[in-house]
């Protein structure tokens, strides 16, 4: 399949038009939306990045449907400064871009191709100023040159290479064990046989300069401190230099219903809001795969990718890959009924590096598939159901299931591996593309882990296989043992202006400290044997050890200053926290116990003020 998709995308490129991916952290992703629930427009691909031709496609979509629920003069105004952002450039420099562009055509049939190039800069600054007396600061510099351009018609292409000064610092809080403490066999006694060992590793804190769970490191596998360039180091608690190297080469045909797309950038899977997905969040670190998406009809479409995942450096740069050689493939099913009812079904599977034909396959569902060529693999299931009546908002719900024993208890054993997510997005009219979403989301211990494992094409080498790439997981940004309340307020009053209201409350397990609850970290690995009888393995949310309590509330803005390439943003709150604790050790009794909130030298309380203050100059 992967050869007739490749040979067509060759035999089609015949006439100029971009095709390349939009960014998402871009705000149009956000318009869109709000643009659907008010039944502007038809209903928005499952697959995130969306193409620049099939998102002008759908601003003029939403312009030319502007008699049926009307548009303000502002979100004209919006939409239009959008549709000029995506829209071919006249040949020359660019001083207001910071670009130069070429267009031209060659041979008897004057086949187009376009060359673009230009540079970008993004630069934060970040504070974190606690209670404690502790202040802590940290910088984000990068600049970034690109080039892109089109071959023909149908094909776009796009290369990065970004270069950045980064300071983000955290915690070191302690050793943690990816077993839980009383397991058995222990690393330094094991026996080469022994599949299954515990490792004590070390916790980290969040980058104490930002708000938890939203610091998204930007460099390619490791940082390198300025006095040792050679060095692949794991994270710059002090200044460091990083590279990244996004890039792509997309292919659309018959009018965007088949995309094909061979690059390394950020995803997000499935229909419910950006920055929602359980499967595949762009929080994620980008990796290099190849990818098709196909919508034959309006009511149904599908798409897969296979992409090589990266290791995370914790250990040097042959070490720390030694044991995580993975492959990650996806397929999504999406089902629809007009504006008004969205059904996915997203099957994935983390697995050695090996060609797997059935898990390539979009036609093959990887999760029965696995039976046929034995248990070595990490499976995943998602379902999203998400409906909506336009004019007024949407409610959906979804469920990632790990794993999962429908014949075992599901409400207290460590073996449900699974997060579930509901939530409402509501218009509101009176505010230029405006909105209030609430949301809940549970993440169970263990979930989006697993067990190192000796694998037939390893030997001996126990292999990592969980639902991670480069340290982060591939899913919901938060860790196991966790859950979030989430209510924000969005708004564009203006068209260079946009803006945000948020608060959060996120409960977490500790993965440090004498009260530790097992299964709270993405290295965290399940007990394979006795997962229903052994009392250990059982989980009672916030009574089964010491869980960290956050308040997050923050506020922040986005201004396009005009007639000037410099867009500035801004982000402050507060984060108040503590922890609740039972008077039982952790987790060995198999039943629930009261807590209480405690204050220690271990889980103390705390309240940081954070602020991130920066501008982008020629952004795209």
Same mark, same amino acid.
Request: aromatic share 14%; net charge negative.
């Given at each position: 399949m992967t050869g007739i998709c490749l040979l067509t995308l060759i035999c089609n490129a015949v006439v100029a038009q971009t095709h390349s991916s939009v960014r998402l952290d871009s705000q149009v992703y956000y318009i869109l939306e709000q643009a659907e629930l008010r039944g502007l427009c038809s209903p928005l691909p499952g697959i995130r990045p969306y193409t620049e031709s099939i998102v002008v496609g759908k601003i003029n979509e939403i312009l030319g449907s502007e008699g049926k629920r009307g548009l303000t003069a502002s979100e004209r105004d919006i939409l239009m400064q959008y549709a000029d952002?995506?829209?071919? $450039?006249?040949?020359?420099?660019?001083? +207001?871009?910071?670009?130069?562009?070429?267009?031209?055509?060659?041979?008897? &049939?004057? /086949?187009?191709?376009?060359?673009?190039?230009?540079?970008?800069?993004?630069?934060?600054? =970040?504070?974190?100023i606690y209670n404690?007396?502790? @202040?802590?600061?940290?910088?984000?510099?990068?600049?970034?040159?690109?080039? &892109? #351009?089109?071959?023909?018609?149908?094909?776009?292409?796009?290369?990065?290479? !970004?270069? #950045?000064?980064?300071?983000?610092p955290r915690r070191n809080l302690g050793p943690y064990n990816t077993y839980y403490e009383t397991f058995p066999v222990h690393e330094e006694t094991a026996a080469p046989e022994d599949e299954y060992v515990n490792r004590k590793i070390n916790a980290y804190s969040e980058p *104490?300069?930002?708000?938890?769970?939203?610091?998204?490191?930007?460099?390619?596998?490791?940082?390198?401190?300025?006095?040792?360039? @050679?060095?692949?180091?794991?994270?710059?608690?002090?200044?460091?230099g990083g590279y990244s190297l996004p890039a792509e080469l997309t292919g659309s045909f018959l009018e965007n219903k088949f995309i094909i797309r061979l690059g390394r950038i950020a995803h997000e899977w499935g229909s419910t809001p950006l920055g929602s997905s359980l499967a595949f969040n762009q929080m994620a670190r980008p990796f290099v795969a190849l990818e098709t998406e196909f919508s034959p009809v309006s009511w149904f479409s599908m798409a897969c990718l296979t992409g090589a995942l990266e290791y995370y450096n914790?250990?040097?740069?042959?070490? =720390?890959?030694?044991?995580?050689? %993975?492959?990650? =493939?996806?397929? *999504?099913?999406?089902?629809?009924?007009k504006n008004f009812i969205s059904f996915e079904l997203i099957d994935a599977v983390v697995y050695p590096k090996r060609f797997e034909l059935g898990y390539i396959s979009p036609v093959t569902n990887n999760f029965f598939y696995q039976n046929n060529v034995g248990d070595f693999d990490n499976m995943a299931l998602?379902?999203?159901?998400?409906?909506?009546?336009?004019?007024?908002?949407?409610?959906?719900? !979804?469920?990632?299931?790990?794993? *999962?024993?429908?014949?075992? %208890?599901?409400?207290?054993?460590?073996? $449900? *591996?699974?997060?579930?997510q509901g939530g409402i997005n509501i218009l509101l009219p009176f505010l230029s593309f405006s909105s209030l979403q609430l949301s809940y989301t549970r993440v169970n211990p263990y979930c989006y882990t697993h067990n190192r494992n000796f694998n037939p094409w390893y030997g001996d080498l126990r292999m990592e296989t969980g639902y991670t790439n480069n340290g982060v997981s591939l899913g919901y940004y938060l860790p196991p043992n966790s859950d979030e309340l989430l209510l924000r307020f969005k708004t564009m009053p203006?068209?260079?202006?946009?803006?945000?209201?948020?608060? $959060?409350?996120?409960?977490?397990?500790?993965?440090?400290?004498?009260?530790?609850?097992?299964? !709270?970290?993405?290295?965290?690995?399940?007990?394979?044997?006795?997962?229903?009888?052994?009392?250990?393995?059982?989980?009672?949310?916030?009574?089964?050890?010491?869980?960290?309590w956050?308040?997050?509330?923050?506020?922040?803005?986005?201004?396009?200053?005009? +007639?000037?390439?410099?867009?500035? /943003? #801004?982000?402050? #709150?507060?984060?108040i926290s503590f922890f609740?604790?039972?008077?039982?050790?952790?987790?060995?009794?198999?039943?629930?116990?009261?807590? =209480?909130?405690?204050?220690?030298?271990?889980?103390?309380? !705390?309240?940081?003020?954070?602020? %991130?203050?920066?501008?982008?100059?020629f952004s795209r």
């Open positions: 952002n995506f829209s071919k $450039q006249k040949p020359g420099i660019d001083w +207001k871009r910071g670009g130069y562009y070429n267009e031209t055509a060659i041979g008897k &049939n004057n /086949f187009p191709l376009s060359l673009n190039a230009g540079v970008t800069a993004d630069i934060t600054g =970040s504070a974190g404690s007396g502790d @202040k802590y600061y940290g910088m984000e510099s990068w600049v970034t040159l690109y080039m &892109n #351009g089109d071959l023909g018609r149908n094909v776009s292409y796009n290369f990065d290479f !970004s270069g #950045g000064l980064v300071r983000a *104490m300069t930002y708000f938890p769970y939203t610091y998204q490191k930007r460099w390619d596998g490791s940082v390198f401190f300025f006095d040792d360039l @050679k060095g692949f180091d794991e994270w710059p608690n002090d200044f460091a914790l250990d040097g740069i042959k070490d =720390s890959s030694l044991t995580f050689q %993975n492959l990650f =493939s996806v397929t *999504m099913y999406q089902l629809r009924y998602t379902f999203n159901l998400k409906a909506q009546y336009p004019g007024l908002g949407n409610l959906w719900l !979804s469920l990632f299931v790990d794993e *999962m024993d429908l014949t075992s %208890n599901l409400f207290t054993l460590d073996r $449900q *591996m699974i997060a579930l203006a068209k260079n202006v946009s803006a945000h209201l948020q608060y $959060q409350l996120i409960r977490h397990g500790a993965d440090f400290g004498d009260s530790a609850v097992d299964g !709270s970290n993405l290295s965290s690995e399940l007990d394979p044997d006795d997962r229903n009888t052994n009392l250990v393995l059982k989980r009672f949310f916030l009574q089964d050890g010491a869980y960290q956050l308040n997050i509330i923050k506020i922040g803005a986005e201004w396009n200053l005009p +007639k000037l390439p410099v867009t500035l /943003f #801004g982000e402050a #709150g507060v984060v609740t604790d039972i008077n039982e050790d952790a987790n060995v009794t198999g039943e629930a116990h009261p807590f =209480s909130v405690i204050n220690t030298s271990e889980y103390p309380k !705390s309240t940081g003020f954070i602020i %991130n203050l920066g501008f982008r100059v």
